[in-house]
């Protein structure tokens, strides 16, 4: 985890200084785990030692966890790895299960009794897909990419289910995508894309008509 880390700093231009840990955190850092939990790695940096624009910043580094999730596919024993840098300064929900890799040890603990806190953590994931589906849609992604990235929280939903019950984290998590209306996004940017590109908006240049005639 270290070396995926370090290496998404470096293919992201966060000098190593600016790294103050690196922790894993989300499902498999917690007792809501299951075979379709992603590993959560977020390096936690000093932004103000990256750049002097902190606005700008914290765009630039949505982006880089956006190219890492759709030109990569790293995965520790078949679990995926996703990688998102935090300031050292950002709120994290209380009681959220985060450990340190840099250090070895724990800084929050499991609950093995999480209901006081899951609402937080189902708010949490929820937020992070929420933003890298509107991302993906604002820069306009092909049309494959987003039906892909449904069948995958179908996917984790179905895994949920199977493993657990309909009130286990990744299907509240599911639910809760679905009622904000995440899922029907992507289903109005596929098919407006669908038939943007089954449609004819202009009438063809005389030009254009005369080298098909001529064809």
């Known amino acids: 985890m270290k070396k995926i880390a370090l290496f998404w700093a470096n293919n992201s231009n966060v000098p190593p200084g600016a790294i103050k840990d690196i922790v894993l955190t989300g499902g498999n850092a917690s007792?809501?785990?299951?075979?379709?939990?992603?590993?959560?790695?977020?390096?936690?940096?000093?932004?103000?030692?990256?750049?002097?624009?902190?606005?700008?910043?914290?765009?630039?580094?949505?982006?880089?966890?956006?190219l890492?999730?759709?030109?990569?596919?790293?995965?520790?024993?078949?679990?995926p790895v996703e990688v998102y840098a935090?300031?050292?300064?950002?709120?994290?929900?209380?009681?959220?299960?985060?450990?340190?890799?840099?250090t070895n040890k724990w800084i929050q603990e499991p609950n093995e009794n999480p209901n006081p806190i899951i609402t937080r953590e189902i708010k949490a994931k929820v937020t992070s897909i929420g933003n890298f589906i509107n991302d993906l849609i604002r820069d306009g992604v092909k049309p494959e990419i987003l039906r892909d990235y449904k069948e995958k929280l179908y996917d984790m939903r179905s895994t949920a289910l199977r493993?657990?019950?309909?009130?286990?984290?990744?299907?509240?998590?599911?639910?809760?995508?679905?009622?904000?209306g995440y899922l029907s996004k992507i289903d109005t940017?596929?098919?407006?894309?669908t038939d943007e590109?089954?449609?004819?908006?202009?009438?063809?240049?005389?030009?254009?008509?005369?080298?098909?005639?001529?064809?």
């Open 86 to 102: 935090e300031d050292i300064d950002d709120k994290t929900p209380a009681g959220q299960a985060r450990y340190s890799v840099k």
């Open 163 to 180: 493993s657990d019950n309909e009130y286990s984290f990744d299907a509240l998590v599911f639910k809760s995508i679905r009622n904000k």
């Open 197 to 215: 590109m089954l449609s004819l908006k202009k009438k063809m240049s005389e030009e254009f008509v005369k080298q098909l005639e001529s064809l």
């Open 31 to 66: 007792y809501f785990y299951n075979d379709k939990s992603d590993l959560d790695l977020h390096l936690i940096v000093d932004k103000s030692k990256i750049s002097d624009c902190p606005e700008l910043l914290d765009d630039y580094l949505r982006a880089q966890k956006k």
């Open 189 to 193: 940017y596929i098919r407006s894309n």
């Open 68 to 79: 890492w999730a759709l030109e990569h596919d790293v995965k520790i024993y078949d679990v």
